[in-house]
């Protein structure tokens, strides 16, 4: 995929509407809602997830971040909670993008990459050609507890550079990302799209001081 020098923004792990319309106010092109996680910061109900992606405003697409597998299940949330994008976070198989694709017509499909080793650029070119973007983020889903996104680490920027070089798809960059590294990480890794959690709160909610400063070093000339 191409480089981009001025990136999209999605800004993950929105609370409530007052943390929607802060990211929105300062230029989020997109939201992220997290479903029940194995762990990780941000989860909320089903029914807030919902009342959420039905307040925010057309041109800001709403991420529904899901850790399930089961294309039925995937499906049904996505009927129920009325996004537009369905992030997982988990590897599904070969077979389950097609029944995806078939069930959700006009839903954008983005696979979430862990760039954990060396075998993170094989699945992302296996699963390239099956979605409508990676998000290259800093996971262990080996580990004894899975970590499946927001755990505010960063992972090896030249591997999601030879990711983003290597597929035909956008490709956005998440895990430790904030107002202070953003601007290093544009520059090396010129994805698609960036994704922040961690990198915007102060404990649990959205700083509007961090939020400011991230999209200002985001939108600033090289």
Not at 170 to 179: D, Q, S
């Amino acid at each position: 995929m191409q480089p981009t020098k001025r990136p999209k923004v999605k800004v993950c792990c929105i609370q409530n509407m007052d943390e929607a319309w802060t990211a929105i106010r300062y230029g989020a092109a997109a939201l992220g809602l997290v479903s029940e996680m194995p762990s990780g910061p941000g989860t909320i109900p089903d029914e807030r997830m919902r009342e959420i992606a039905r307040a925010i405003p057309p041109g800001v697409s709403r991420f529904l971040l899901t850790s399930k597998t089961d294309p039925a299940a995937i499906i049904e949330q996505q009927k129920r909670i009325g996004v537009d994008t369905i992030q997982l976070v988990d590897r599904v198989t070969e077979s389950a993008y097609a029944i995806l694709r078939s069930a959700m017509p006009g839903v954008q499909i983005v696979q979430v990459i862990h760039v954990t080793g060396a075998d993170a650029l094989d699945l992302a070119l296996a699963a390239a050609p099956h979605v409508d973007a990676l998000l290259l983020d800093s996971g262990n889903p080996g580990a004894a507890i899975r970590e499946l996104g927001g755990t505010g680490r960063l992972h090896d920027w030249l591997a999601s550079r030879k990711i983003r070089e290597a597929v035909n798809v956008p490709v956005f960059l998440a895990g430790g990302l904030n107002a202070a590294n953003v601007a290093e990480a544009i520059q090396r890794v010129s994805p698609y799209g960036l994704d922040v959690c961690n990198g915007l709160r102060v404990g649990s909610r959205l700083d509007e001081r961090q939020v400011a400063a991230f999209f200002e070093a985001v939108f600033s000339p090289p």
